[in-house]
Structure formats: C-alpha cells, structure tokens
C-alpha cells in the first residue's frame, strides 16, 4: 500500500532535550513537507523540500530543523530553541509538477514539558 | 501576506441538509484550491481539488471557485453525521505550484 507513515503517533519529552519526528513516504511523491497545527490556529509550514539535499524553511522554522538524505524520508528535529514545541506534526508529500496536492500522513502529537 | 480565509464557524446542519463552506483568499495569483476534512484527532484527508472557475461535482460535494471574487466555496448535499469534522480550505501561494496556505478550519456539525 502506498502512502505516508509518520512516527511515533505520541511523543513526550522533557523540556531541553531534542526530539526528531519520522516521516517515510512510498508514494515516489518529490516534494515532503512539515507542518505544525495548534488548537484554533490552523496549519503552519515549517519545512519543505522538493527534492532530495535540499530544502527551505517555511514561515515558522525558528527551533527545528531537516533533512534529505533519501527521497522517501524527511526527518524533523524538534531543537530545546523551539519555545512551545507541544503540538501535532503534520508531514505532507505531493507530486511537485501537478496541482499542488498534497497528502498528510497521519501526525504525531508531541508533548513537552 | 497572503491569506486565506473560512467562515468562521462552528456550523450546524441537521441530517439531510445542504452544508455550505465558504473561503476567501487574497492572493489573486493564487491558481489551485483544495478542501480537506479533518475529523477530530486526525490529520487532513484530501476531499476536492478545483483549478479553474466554475463547480467542481464528485459525488455529494461540489466545489465553486470564482477566481474575479476570490471566493471558493463546498456544498455537501445530504449532510450525514459522519461528515462532522472540521474542513480545510487551501490555496496554491502565486508563483509556487505546491506550497500551500490553510485557512484556519470551520467546524460542522450535522446532527440526526
């Protein structure tokens, strides 16, 4: 089956400690994206890549950080910089040159404190 | 900043009504529109991609865009309370053919 796995579904960590979010896609999707959704805020974009050694920061990047080592995968760090890093992380894939669709996988709500 | 906007919300149906969702956007380079559902807990399903003007039907949704109004809009026809969720609206930003801007959400409610 295709389609996007985000790991662990819950996290908890303690305030200061780094904390990296999974996210693999067998969708041969080009482009991978990380966003955070807080209670009545929307979702925001941290991160986004389109292709593999290269990515660019979103409107909140500030405390995190990626990378791109293989096409599938799109690890998010979550740094002790980010100042309320309790929130649901949401990873996205899509096809770069068609229409901007894009699939969520299905999130992992991190908890800090 | 480019925006999208929803009705605020939350919206309440009774089963078997029309369920009206309403965006606006501000970036009038902005080319594609996409509504998701999102029930409680869960992360965003994709339900309806619209690209140019006009409606959009598949099945019981049907999305509008009017690109001189900056407005898109889904209408579910024979709300069911499994559509209560909250729902998405999201716009391709001018200039970029993927990098999307969410609204913040509207709540519905169908109640039997």
């Known amino acids: 089956d295709g389609g996007i796995t985000q790991s662990p579904k819950y996290l908890f960590r303690k305030e200061g400690q780094n904390v990296t979010l999974s996210c693999e896609q067998n969708?041969?999707?080009?482009?991978m994206y990380w966003y955070r959704q807080d209670p009545g805020q929307g979702l925001r974009l941290i991160y986004y890549s389109q292709i593999v050694n290269d990515f660019q920061k979103g409107d909140i990047a500030e405390g995190y950080s990626v990378s791109r080592e293989k096409k599938e995968s799109f690890p998010l760090t979550v740094t002790s910089a980010q100042k309320n890093p309790t929130a649901f992380y949401l990873c996205?894939?899509?096809?770069?040159?068609?229409?901007?669709?894009?699939?969520f996988g299905p999130g992992t709500r991190l908890t800090v404190t | 900043q480019k925006e999208v906007e929803q009705n605020s919300g939350p919206l309440s149906v009774p089963e078997g009504a029309i369920a009206s969702l309403n965006c606006t956007y501000s970036d009038r380079g902005s080319q594609s529109f996409f509504w998701y559902r999102q029930y409680s807990g869960k992360s965003p399903e994709l339900i309806m991609s619209i690209y140019s003007n006009g409606d959009k039907e598949d099945g019981r949704f049907t999305a509008q865009l009017n690109k001189a109004s900056q407005y898109v809009s889904l209408l579910i026809r024979d709300s069911q309370p499994s559509d209560s969720a909250t729902y998405l609206c999201?716009?391709?930003?001018?200039?970029?053919?993927?990098?999307?801007?969410f609204g913040k959400g509207t709540l519905l409610t169908v109640n039997p």
């Open positions: 996205a894939s899509s096809i770069v040159l068609e229409g901007g669709e894009q699939y």
């Open positions: 999201a716009g391709v930003s001018g200039g970029s053919n993927y990098k999307l801007t």
């Open positions: 969708l041969n999707h080009d482009a």
